[in-house]
């Protein structure tokens, strides 16, 4: 039996899949099939097949069809729903609206980055600044966060008296962290706030900061275990995530642009 994607099957549920053909298409001959005198769109069911594909279904009769009879389906339940009345439901009228609106966005969106695609020059200048980011040294570290910083001193206290970092640790607000002895594993500085990245770029090999170190969380203790050479992965391997990335920062920046020149009141 042919299943349909999650994805077009959430798409069903908005409003572009429920509309049922126009008089324009009704002129033109392109109707899919009439559900108790209400005709459905050819143009849905190439949406929707459109759908299908993009997630490497294949354009085949049977897909089709199966199509026809999950969009005839819908209809049925779509005129059910009407019969009931839900569709003068406040609600239901919402979420029908926030529906719409993702069809909208997300046509835009695909339009938008097809116009500004993101050049090959563009994303090796991202993987460059991520190799300067991430540095030449991997860091094995510990660490203990605690919400105030005399707690924090009072750790590097009982360090100094000889107690465990790992038995210390168990006071460590950081869920991650605080059942592993506070252990973060090997990861650059980059990975971490900037005062706590600094922190541990000026650390010795075995030695624990002796100053508690402020960030926006709280007040850490850091332990740097050992570290060894950083080697970056391939530029080929992450190309692909880095476009999206820059892609994303590229709409981002559109509707800030958007926003700010928007008159809202």
């Given at each position: ?6 994805l077009?099957g959430a ?7 429920s ?5 324009a298409d009704?002129?033109?001959?392109n ?5 108790n ?16 594909e993009?997630q ?9 069809n ?15 729903a ?7 439901n406040?609600?239901?009228a919402?979420?029908a609206?926030?529906a719409r ?13 097809k116009?500004?695609?993101?050049s090959?020059?563009?994303?090796k200048?991202?993987y ?6 991430m540095g030449t ?7 203990i966060?605690?919400d105030?910083?005399?707690?924090a ?6 360090l ?15 869920p991650?962290?605080?059942?592993k ?12 706030v900037?005062?706590f ?9 075995g030695?624990?900061?002796e100053t508690?170190v ?17 080697t970056?992965?391939?530029f080929?391997q ?5 476009a999206?990335?820059?892609q ?8 800030n ?9």
């Amino acid at each position: 039996m042919l299943k349909l994607s999650k994805l077009a099957g959430a798409l069903l549920l908005g409003a572009l899949i429920s509309l049922p053909a126009t008089a324009a298409d009704k002129a033109k001959g392109n109707t899919l099939a009439t559900v108790n005198g209400v005709a459905i769109s050819q143009t849905v069911a190439d949406a929707f097949l459109s759908e299908q594909e993009a997630q490497g279904a294949a354009d085949t009769p049977q897909l089709k069809n199966a199509i026809r009879e999950e969009l005839i389906r819908r209809e049925l339940l779509v005129q059910q729903a009407k019969k009931m009345g839900l569709d003068k439901n406040p609600e239901v009228a919402a979420q029908a609206d926030l529906a719409r609106q993702a069809i909208y966005i997300r046509a835009f969106v695909q339009d938008y980055v097809k116009k500004h695609p993101i050049s090959d020059e563009q994303v090796k200048a991202a993987y460059d600044r991520l190799k300067a980011q991430m540095g030449t040294t991997e860091y094995k570290l510990r660490h203990i966060l605690v919400d105030k910083e005399e707690d924090a001193k009072l750790i590097i206290v009982n360090l100094k008296k000889g107690q465990k970092f790992e038995e210390l640790a168990t006071q460590s607000k950081d869920p991650g962290s605080r059942e592993k002895g506070g252990d973060l594993g090997w990861t650059s500085t980059a990975s971490f706030v900037k005062p706590f990245g600094d922190a541990v770029a000026g650390m010795t090999k075995g030695k624990y900061s002796e100053t508690p170190v402020k960030t926006d969380f709280g007040y850490h203790v850091i332990l740097l275990e050992d570290t060894r050479p950083l080697t970056p992965p391939p530029f080929d391997q992450i190309k692909q995530q880095l476009a999206q990335r820059l892609q994303q920062e590229q709409i981002q920046k559109l509707v800030n642009e958007l926003r700010a020149k928007a008159k809202v009141d």
